[in-house]
């Protein structure tokens, strides 16, 4: 039997360390390093909590006050045009993705986007969740009209792409369906599950990949 009572620690439970054993390079870093390192796990899991909010609140259609917020505008304008919240868009097993709030009432098609960081957000995950839409479900980009936006730092803004450009994106999606899965699992806004998810299944290809560190730049470029 073992010598120690172990301790349950019920609390942590479905819980991540902003310093845990898993992503262990932190122990290398300087104070500074580190202080900037705590700031941006700190900054992402606070975005993923603000994504399940927002979720929840676009689910029950529950408006909230007419300010300037990004989230309260984010909100707002899903619930008023009638969009779907954390809807996921697949090509193939390796080529999918959740769109933060879509919907299509034809032929308009709409993507918003909440991002919580402080540098201004590329567009081209929105593209991408558009592209992902019209291969899905068969649709045309040429005879639609598609509008996206980003929600971020009290502003929106708002990209109308051509069905020519959209078309040249899902031909590079079609062309890329061989990419490894990994890309995509680590992609995604789970953080940082997302990322260990990787990790773990490199490492039954591999047991001498170490893949966490990697991951964590699209897992949290996702959010």
């Not at 899991?45 to 609140?57: F, K, N, V």
């Not at 998810?197 to 990697?214: I, T, Y």
Request: aromatic letters at 8%; a negative charge.
């Amino acid at each position: 039997m073992d010598n120690v009572i172990w301790n349950d620690h019920v609390d942590l439970r479905g819980k991540h360390a902003l310093l845990s054993p898993s992503s262990h390079f932190w122990i290398k870093y300087d104070p500074q390093k580190l202080e900037n390192y705590i700031d941006a796990m700190r900054a992402t899991i606070e975005g993923t909590e603000l994504h399940e909010i927002a979720s929840m609140l676009i689910r029950k259609k529950i408006f909230l006050p007419n300010t300037s917020d990004s989230l309260n505008r984010f909100v707002n304008d899903a619930i008023a045009m009638g969009m779907r919240s954390e809807q996921p868009l697949k090509y193939s097993k390796n080529i999918f993705g959740t769109a933060d709030a879509i919907s299509f009432y034809n032929p308009v098609l709409r993507v918003h986007d909440l991002k919580t960081g402080k540098n201004p957000a590329n567009m081209d995950q929105l593209l991408i969740y558009a592209a992902l839409f019209c291969l899905e479900y068969g649709y045309d980009p040429r005879l639609l009209e598609i509008e996206l936006r980003i929600y971020q730092n009290s502003e929106i803004r708002i990209e109308k792409p051509t069905g020519d450009a959209m078309l040249e994106l899902m031909n590079k999606i079609e062309g890329g369906n061989a990419i490894n899965p990994l890309i995509g699992s680590a992609g995604v806004s789970a953080v940082p599950m997302a990322a260990r998810v990787s990790q773990v299944e490199g490492a039954k290809a591999d047991p001498r990949n170490f893949l966490l560190m990697h991951a964590m730049g699209p897992n949290v470029a996702g959010v």
